[in-house]
């Protein structure tokens, strides 16, 4: 969504006359990219569909709380992050997962979901990304993927953009390193 069509929906999400559509415009505009964004966390199609409802859900309840101090996709990408979170967190305690053992746990997740076409390149980058820690593996799949630019992944993250970088530059060489002396 562009900067002033942004405003415009920020603005109409405050007018309870106008909140239902703007927020209809919302759901449209960030459907595919939040749940993309999730589906690359969770890696499962029906989980990153149910996480996506949530954080819409989220979202619309908690609107009075949007100050409009960042930008609204940022807000929505932060509540998807913290669900994904939560969500890997509860699994993680449900199938009595070591916090270490996280990337195999996703994984089996991974080769199990109908929706994964078992493309062996497709899985050994998904390995690599599996390899690093939470945090690098988020700056990664932003950056990479989305494009989300440092600035905005800051005020998602909550780390400043310095950190970001350098977290990013480590993880672009973790994954490198994991590609090729798998070959």
């Not at 199990?112 to 593996?137: H, M, V, W």
Request: proline residues 1%; negative net charge.
């Amino acid at each position: 969504m562009r900067q002033y069509m942004e405003e415009d929906v920020e603005k109409r999400l405050r007018d309870s006359k106008t909140q239902r559509s703007a927020f209809s415009e919302v759901v449209a505009a960030y459907s595919e990219k939040l749940y993309w964004q999730i589906r690359r966390m969770v890696l499962n199609h029906e989980d990153a569909n149910d996480i996506l409802q949530n954080t819409f859900l989220k979202a619309w309840l908690n609107l009075a709380s949007f100050r409009g101090d960042a930008k609204l996709s940022t807000w929505m990408y932060k509540i998807a992050v913290n669900e994904c979170i939560t969500f890997l967190n509860k699994q993680r305690a449900i199938n009595n997962v070591p916090l270490d053992d996280t990337d195999v746990y996703l994984l089996q997740t991974l080769r199990a979901d109908e929706y994964f076409n078992g493309d062996e390149i497709d899985e050994k980058l998904q390995k690599a990304i599996l390899s690093l820690p939470e945090k690098q593996r988020l700056v990664f799949m932003m950056k990479y993927y989305d494009e989300m630019k440092y600035e905005d992944m800051s005020e998602v993250l909550g780390t400043s953009v310095g950190a970001l970088k350098a977290s990013y530059h480590h993880a672009v060489k973790k994954i490198e390193t994991f590609l090729t002396n798998d070959i």
